[in-house]
């Protein structure tokens, strides 16, 4: 597996990978990540790739990340409190 490519953002790191005749988007924030795999012939490669993660679908990355860090502290409050 091999980085082709990156998105600039200032609240992630986005990394475009390629292997196996697939791309995969890797969204990181703190300890969570989200991974998002096309195969090679969907996407002509990593340029049409950044123009479907548009502003509209960063939001959606973003707005994900927020509730598997509740759903991530919630687990690990109710593991405390026991």
């Given at each position: 597996m091999r980085i082709v490519s990156t998105i600039p953002?200032?609240?992630m790191r986005?990394?475009?990978f390629h292997m196996n005749e697939k791309y995969m988007v890797k969204f990181?924030?703190?300890p969570m990540e989200q991974t998002y795999k096309f195969e090679q012939g969907e996407v002509?490669?990593?340029?049409?790739?950044?123009?479907?993660?548009?502003?509209?679908?960063?939001?959606?990355v973003l707005a994900h990340f927020?509730?598997?860090f509740l759903s991530f502290?919630?687990?690990?409050?109710?593991?405390?409190?026991?």
């Amino acid at each position: 597996m091999r980085i082709v490519s990156t998105i600039p953002h200032p609240s992630m790191r986005i990394s475009i990978f390629h292997m196996n005749e697939k791309y995969m988007v890797k969204f990181e924030a703190g300890p969570m990540e989200q991974t998002y795999k096309f195969e090679q012939g969907e996407v002509k490669g990593p340029e049409e790739i950044e123009k479907i993660m548009d502003e509209e679908f960063m939001k959606k990355v973003l707005a994900h990340f927020n509730t598997m860090f509740l759903s991530f502290k919630e687990a690990k409050q109710r593991t405390i409190s026991e």
